[in-house]
């Protein structure tokens, strides 16, 4: 009989969370402003930095590089350049930075700066050289991009972003404790058999699952090593890392007060959280997820499995308009793309490692060809009561039925702007 599981805080030990969280971030933004400070001190500071992304653009002065540069301390910048500079992104450069003007905030921010290159590395960085070998096995520029993001978070072009957002699949693409999660099941399936014959006859009192844990957090740390601490796999990683420490002590993990730590001691690590949209995307879909249990807590398992999907499909669909507004009548089948997505994420994996990744190329540049997007924009007021309501929800039990009566309102209205 397995004991019940305690919440996370009583109400008294809510002030001394407070109290915690204040001084994680104030010391957090103690060191980043120091960081601040150090980039400021000078008119025209000498940098090193990593080109993430790399895009030739025209204004009306003509036609200019666009640079999107990530510094060593994690800080993110927009610089500008000649149209002929040769491809540089996954390379790391030095820089004569000119900050002028820039303020914390901004700094939080991913900021613009002018700046003259100054050093460019022999040899790109160990993540890019990953890419490359992914493209390796591509013909096709957008399969490319598609399986760089999908396995080291590389960047995406507009085009292909819009293809994405025109099927509602986007989300798929950006690395988070989703993809973490499958990676997570994937490694403790292949340690479990040896841990389990090495346990047997060695070490029988010993915690499987916390072991095995620690051996799968060692081999993912690896990986968000590999890939140069890409932020939304740092935060995913965190998270996972939190979550199993609170299991491990007997703590419901599995609950909207648990969940709310875990956002606000992220937010406390790593302040520049506060400004990025895809961490508060993750949030929602989260929330939701959250929201569903409570309405199906008493629902037969196999309708809990297919009705989370949908749910989640349905609340973030609001947000999605109100944010990108873009929308098709292939959107809805994003539904069966994340449940399909559970198996072609770790086969895909596979597939690159046998040197066959472009085995389903044909298919995926046919899919992503179909459909005609339309732009479908809500009101800033429908997003908002669809987030009023949701937030009813976690009191009043029957506000979850008016939540998806609004939400599935929401995607009528879609449907008959593209019908």
Known sequence: MELERVALFQRHDWVKFAFVVIVLLSLSLGREYGRYRELVAFDNPLVSAVVLQQSLRSNERGAYTRLTMQLDNGARFVTSAPPNL??????????????????????????????????????????????????AQHDSPIMQEIYAALFAAGPLSSSTREALSRLGISHLLAISGFHLGVLSLLLYAFFRPPYQWAQARW??????????????????????????FVPSLVRAFAMMLVGFILYDRGIKIVSMQSFAVAVVVLLALMPRLFFALGFWLSVCGVFAILLFIRLAESWPRPAQLAGVYLWVYLLMLPLSLYLFGTFSLYHPLSVVWSVLFMVFYP???LLH??????????WLLMGLAQGEAVNVVIPGMVAAAVLV??????????????????????FIYAVNHVA
């Open 347 to 349: 086969l895909a994996m």
């Open 389 to 410: 309501v949701a937030l009813a929800g976690l009191r009043y039990r029957k506000a979850l039925w008016l939540l998806a009566l609004l939400a599935f309102a929401v």
């Open 86 to 135: 040769r491809e540089l992104a996954g390379y790391r450069v030095t820089l004569q930075l000119y900050p002028d003007g820039l303020t914390f905030r901004e700094y939080l921010h991913t900021f613009y700066a002018g700046s003259t290159l100054i050093r460019v590395a022999r040899e790109p960085v160990l993540r890019a050289r990953f890419m490359r070998a992914v493209h």
């Open 203 to 228: 070490f029988p009192y010993r915690s499987r699952s916390r072991d095995l844990f620690v051996v799968v957090a060692f081999a993912l740390f690896g990986y968000v090593w590999f890939l140069d």
């Open 353 to 362: 490692l046998i040197g066959m990744g472009g085995l389903f190329d044909h």
